[in-house]
């Protein structure tokens, strides 16, 4: 994986979280996800983030 396309995941993937966090605040207004299912999920996506930009980020070749 070159650094271009390290990039190119990374903006991806910024914008899936982003997505993802529009939506679980859409249901939370809607009544229909609780303040700690919120937060146990919210922490949930940035764990597997935070474990795909490391393997990402092995497997740049310089």
Do not use: C, D, H
């Not at 070159?2 to 979280?17: A, C, D, E, F």
């Not at 529009?22 to 299912?37: A, C, H, M, V």
């Not at 919120?38 to 996506?45: E, R």
């Amino acid at each position: 994986m070159t650094q271009k396309q390290r990039l190119k995941y990374s903006i991806l993937m910024s914008l899936v979280v982003l997505l993802i966090m529009f939506g679980l605040t859409w249901l939370q207004r809607q009544g229909q996800l609780s303040e700690e299912t919120f937060k146990y999920i919210a922490i949930g996506v940035a764990i597997v983030v935070v474990f795909i930009n490391g393997i990402m980020r092995r497997k740049v070749k310089p």
